[in-house]
């Protein structure tokens, strides 16, 4: 992702330390066969769409689980992220993200199936997947989506792991940041697409740019909107550009009344 003369960014620096864990970690010969029987557990149990949810009139809220972030630090103390879900869902969230990287954000893969047995709404994995067997984990703790970031991926490596993860019935939020191209992601054919606000370089975060992609993203597919948006004037812009969904974190999570906020967010 970087050139040999050009200074790791924080997205390099996360990507990296993600794949040393994955180094680290003894194979696990039954760990396919262990989550197809997760899959057939959840699939008995009911599946939850991610794209359904998201999908549905009006503004949806795909609302975060964050402990903390690179750029902000540590978001909220104590942390629960099962009484956060309970919440969110309480003020009407289409769905729940957690955030489970270990290291930046000082999350836990731990907390998907907490949270997931706590809700009804459909359950995403957010972190950095770099391979395999990181789908085969998220399946065997019982999300019922994956974020996947386009910037990781080469084009064949995104086919992958897409078939790999509809094979495992996770469906998958596909992102771009605003300062990437977004075609490799459109041909992908993956079903949603979600575009980060954040500038990598600046870490800046811009909602204008957001709203200027929306005009090449297909219109067939769930379009969310992620990362810098604080209030329902950012929600109404968007809205009006295309976008069915809205990825919400820190505001969120600072909100000293989550179910509130997420309640005003989708202008309930």
Same mark, same amino acid.
């Given at each position: 992702?970087?050139?040999?003369?050009?200074?790791?960014?924080?997205?390099?620096?996360?990507?990296?330390?993600? /794949?040393?864990?994955?180094?680290?970690? $003894?194979?696990? +010969?039954?760990?396919?066969? %262990?989550?197809? &029987?997760? !899959?057939? *557990?959840?699939?008995?149990?009911?599946?939850?769409?991610?794209?359904?949810?998201?999908?549905?009139?009006?503004?949806?809220?795909?609302?975060?689980?964050?402990?903390?972030?690179?750029?902000?630090?540590?978001?909220?103390?104590?942390?629960?992220?099962?009484?956060?879900?309970?919440?969110?869902?309480?003020?009407?969230?289409?769905?729940?993200?957690?955030?489970?990287?270990? /290291?930046?954000?000082?999350?836990?893969? $731990?907390?998907? +199936?907490?949270?997931?047995? %706590?809700?009804? &709404?459909? !359950?995403? *994995?957010?972190?950095?997947?770099?391979?395999?067997?990181?789908?085969?984990?998220?399946?065997?703790?019982?999300?019922?989506?994956?974020?996947?970031?386009?910037?990781?991926?080469?084009?064949?490596?995104?086919?992958?792991?897409?078939?790999?993860?509809?094979?495992?019935?996770?469906?998958?939020?596909?992102?771009?940041?605003?300062?990437?191209?977004?075609?490799?992601?459109?041909?992908?054919?993956?079903?949603?697409?979600?575009?980060?606000?954040?500038?990598?370089?600046?870490?800046?975060?811009? !909602?204008? *740019?957001?709203?200027?992609?929306?005009?090449?993203?297909?219109?067939?597919?769930?379009?969310?909107?992620?990362?810098?948006?604080?209030?329902?004037?950012?929600?109404?812009?968007?809205?009006?550009?295309?976008?069915?969904?809205?990825?919400?974190?820190?505001?969120?999570?600072?909100?000293?009344?989550?179910?509130?906020?997420?309640?005003?967010?989708?202008?309930?």
């Amino acid at each position: 992702m970087t050139s040999p003369n050009s200074k790791p960014t924080i997205l390099d620096r996360i990507v990296r330390a993600a /794949e040393d864990r994955m180094a680290a970690i $003894a194979p696990r +010969p039954d760990l396919e066969e %262990a989550a197809h &029987l997760a !899959v057939d *557990r959840r699939r008995a149990q009911g599946l939850r769409s991610l794209r359904q949810a998201l999908a549905a009139p009006g503004p949806q809220i795909l609302a975060e689980c964050k402990h903390a972030s690179p750029s902000a630090g540590v978001l909220r103390e104590p942390f629960d992220p099962v009484a956060l879900a309970r919440a969110y869902e309480a003020g009407g969230a289409a769905a729940i993200s957690v955030v489970v990287e270990p /290291e930046f954000f000082l999350g836990d893969p $731990a907390w998907i +199936p907490e949270v997931r047995n %706590a809700v009804a &709404l459909p !359950v995403l *994995r957010k972190d950095f997947i770099v391979c395999e067997r990181q789908l085969y984990e998220t399946a065997l703790i019982g999300a019922d989506a994956v974020l996947l970031i386009q910037r990781l991926l080469n084009p064949e490596r995104t086919a992958i792991l897409l078939d790999l993860a509809y094979e495992l019935e996770l469906e998958v939020l596909l992102e771009i940041f605003v300062d990437e191209d977004p075609a490799a992601a459109i041909d992908s054919g993956a079903e949603i697409l979600g575009v980060n606000a954040r500038n990598l370089a600046t870490f800046e975060t811009s !909602v204008d *740019r957001v709203i200027e992609l929306a005009d090449v993203l297909p219109a067939d597919r769930v379009r969310v909107a992620e990362s810098g948006i604080k209030d329902q004037t950012d929600i109404s812009r968007l809205s009006a550009a295309g976008y069915d969904a809205f990825l919400i974190g820190e505001t969120l999570v600072r909100s000293a009344d989550p179910s509130r906020a997420v309640a005003e967010l989708a202008g309930r």
